[in-house]
């Protein structure tokens, strides 16, 4: 059984193609790139393995489970309890804390306000911005939004993190600090991770690289770096 | 998601936001307060005594003539929840409020794992959390004006029915019903809106350009009106119930302010192409470009004016009809006092008068309610294209330029609506009657009279009414745009173009 699958996805905006028949698997417990050129479809294909756009042909596996074929309210659940989703930027709600913005996820599952707070709390310190608990995105640095993002990716302690370009919007030394810091909490978790990057130096915290051009699979590797596997 | 999570993530946001709320609230306050009004005026109870000498059951407590007779007290009670018309348009409008930032704040809580379903719990909430303080507010007020205004006068009767309160499953389901609709009518507009976790997407009902179809609603609405009287006796002779022919022109009317308001879009539409065509400088082309690319806009912005606009059209045709009625009775009156040697006694015929300056009144409060209404559309449209705003300000655009073209796109299709919602309304009791009489018996002995004259009058349109209310409209539609010019500058500053 493989524990995240998708098999030849097709998906248009209108009637432009972003992906034409991807086929790509992630074993459990990785940690894989996905590289290519601006518009080449790597965000898409994210969209698409995470359940938040459904392809317009094709299938998405999740541990044997179609996840293209769920409906949106169960696709939910499962980016509630299974996966964490963490993006470039804008993705804190602004008029909330930064313990209610990472509590969020558990509260949209039932947990209590203060049980929810609790491990919020936890995560902003593993993540080094506990002392910003009751502060509210607009008073952050982008480094610590996006520290705040990743507690909130991982506050359900998700089986597949997926990440979008999540250092695209910092400077390179504060983008390194954060993902130094979520490869490691992955790690100590064991939550694959599917990394979306243009950023080759991204790209080298990855076990593994899947390089993509003009919506497909880059065959070759080339698109940017070749196609290795990082004994990491 | 628990209610303590949910009552949070609702009252969560900005001063907006915090606006939006205190719009809501006040809108539903007041109408609350028509719906109390509306339900006191029916909690009179009629005495069972015989009162005068005519033999109406009077309730002689009250100084107003509306209160004191049962057979008026419907008609007073309907125009109260009429009201409520201008007032839930507001509250609509009130909802559109900070909309952008709302649905982002949405998406967000999508992102974070909310399923669509408690998206949309959390929208719902907040406007219910809302519209239940407003009632509750407005009960207070109700209650509280009810003590205050209690002051008999000197003869001991009251001007307002404050010596009873409306009836308690009334007062209940109005505090309770009122949130629950607006809970309601917020689930039925974020159908429109599909918040996902990548952002949100306005499902749009209406494409390509509006048609003049909307014209056939207002010649579906002026049938009951037309049909009436030819259908009258045949009517009788079904022995139909009482309240058949009321409801059929009430539907009507109805149909015919549905009319006129999705036919603003087509003339909104007109209006865009039309100043396109003949207009010469950047603010006609901004405007007319604007109105081209969203005329359903015009529609939604003066939907709650035109209602009243073809109300107060209405109440014009009622007036000539009513008055023209009254001279020829009065003077035939008169003549049958002087043929038959006694003084001629006109009092009582100034009641219907009055009734219809309180009527006049009540359309000038509902103007007053959809000016307000049409003030937060206009501020809520400018702060939404503010960085756009900011962009052509930034590139050297004059903001008297964007004003213009603000005016424009507001008047260009308000003029022509007003103009219409006033004809239809004006025409639809015409359908009814365009001719009043009276027929005169003389020389009657023992119910057998010599000779019958009967006098006839053509029913008069009063322009100078409808240019008083057209004027009226028009000028609250331009006095509102100037009121909205004023978040202008502050929308258009250059900073703007950095908020996200």
Known sequence: MTFLRARGVVKSYGHTPALRGVSVDVDEGEIVAVTGPSGCGKSTLLHCLAGILRPDAGEIRYRDQRVDALPEATRSRLRRTEFGVLFQFGQLVAELTAAENVALPL?????????ARVAALTWLDRLGVADLADTRPGEMSGGQQQRCAVARALVTEPRVLFADEPTGALDSLTGEQVLIQ?????????TTVVLVTHDVQVAGYATREVTMRDGGIDPTGLGLATSVRYPR | ?????????????TRTDLMRVVLTAVSMLLATLAVLAALNVLAISTPLAVADETGARLSTQYSNALLREPGLRGGTALALVLLTIPILALAGQCFRVG??????RLAG???AGASPRQAVLVAVAETGIAALLGTLAGL???LAGHELLHRPDRRGQLPLPTDVLPAGPGVVATVVGLPLLAALVTALLMRRVVVGPLGVVRRSGRTGAPAPWPGILIAVGAAPFVTLMPLSRWLAEQDVPNWLAPLALFLGALFAAAGVILGTGWLSYTAGRLLLRIGRGPATLLAARRLVAD???????????LACMLFAGGAAGVRAWITTGRDVQEEASRADAAAQGYPYDPSGSDFYSRTLDLVDLAVGVGVVIAAGGLLVALAESIVARRRAYAMLVATGVPRRTLAASIVWQVAAPAVPAVGLALVVGALLPRGIATEVGVVRMEGCVDGVCARSE????????????????????????LFMTAVGLLFLRASTAVEELRVG
């Open chain 2, 140 to 142: 207070g007020v109700f």
């Open chain 2, 295 to 305: 005329p359903w806009t015009g529609s939604r912005t003066l939907a709650a004016l």
């Open chain 2, 99 to 104: 909309a952008p930032a709302r649905e982002r």
């Open chain 2, 109 to 111: 809580f999508r992102l």
């Open chain 2, 1 to 13: 998601m628990r209610p303590s999570v949910l009552l949070r993530l609702s009252l969560a946001g």
């Open chain 1, 182 to 190: 979520l490869v490691r909490l992955a790690r100590e978790q064991r």
């Open chain 2, 454 to 477: 009967e006098s006839v009058r053509a029913i008069p349109v009063l322009w100078d009414h409808l240019l008083v209310f057209g004027a009226g409209g028009v000028a609250t539609v």
């Open chain 1, 107 to 115: 509260l949209f599952a039932g947990t209590g306000r203060r049980e």
